[in-house]
T-cell receptor, first 110, second 114 residues
């Protein structure tokens, strides 16, 4: 079992729809959770982070954390073609290392 | 504030050679982490340096090493290159060591080993 798992996709959604990206992790002691977006040929850029159970909203993005079920998700409302990218989930472990999932490729269809 | 910079951006080497990559963190950031990204394995943690000390290390062979200077700039060295070392090498900086702060990535160095 991988420490951080994501469905590789591609996840295809029509423009204007909600894209839902999911991530599960194995270490119950994980403390912080991050979502990065990576365009092809570019480096990852931080979208948002979440530490506490529940929802955290930032513009069109909402991160959801459920520590009991060990999953974190990212919702993208009103998806745009420019949102097409690979979304990486990162988990900060108790050992203060960041473990990344392999990413979910999102395609927003115009 | 200037972002994380990495040099060189592209590098082509042959098997058996060694290579040194450089990373300059965001001004004021004292932690630098290095990652290897390949299509099959994704982003894998190599090591983290904070105040010139290695704080964490991933599961990579001893051919991969690094160091950090007093100005927080960091270098990563790979000796005896293998074909499988071809990857995008990313460094990320943060203001504190390990957890508790977000990391900001540089543009990466694309290493090709022939």
């Amino acid at each position: 079992q991988k420490e951080v798992e994501q469905n590789s996709g591609p996840l295809s959604v029509p423009e204007g729809a909600i894209a839902s990206l999911n991530c599960t992790y194995s270490d119950r002691g994980s403390q912080s959770f991050f979502w990065y977006r990576q365009y092809s040929g570019k480096s990852p850029e931080l979208i948002m982070f979440i530490y506490s159970n529940g929802d955290k909203e930032d513009g069109r993005f909402t991160a959801q954390l459920n520590k009991a079920s060990q999953y974190v998700s990212l919702l993208i409302r009103d998806s745009q073609p420019s949102d097409s990218a690979t979304y990486l989930c990162a988990v900060e472990k108790r050992t203060y290392k960041y473990i990344f999932g392999t990413g979910t490729r999102l395609k927003v269809l115009a | 504030k200037a972002g994380v910079t990495q040099t060189p951006r592209y590098l082509i080497k042959t098997r058996g050679q060694q290579v040194t990559l450089s990373c300059s963190p965001i001004s004021g950031h004292r932690s630098v982490s290095w990652y290897q990204q390949t299509p099959g394995q994704g982003l894998q943690f190599l090591f983290e340096y904070f105040s010139e000390t290695q704080r964490n290390k991933g599961n990579f062979p001893g051919r991969f090493s690094g160091r950090q200077f007093s100005n927080s700039r960091s270098e990563m060295n790979v000796s005896t290159l293998e074909l499988g070392d071809s990857a995008l090498y990313l460094c990320a900086s943060s203001s504190v060591a390990g957890g508790g702060d977000t990391q900001y990535f540089g543009p990466g160095t694309r290493l090709t080993v022939l």
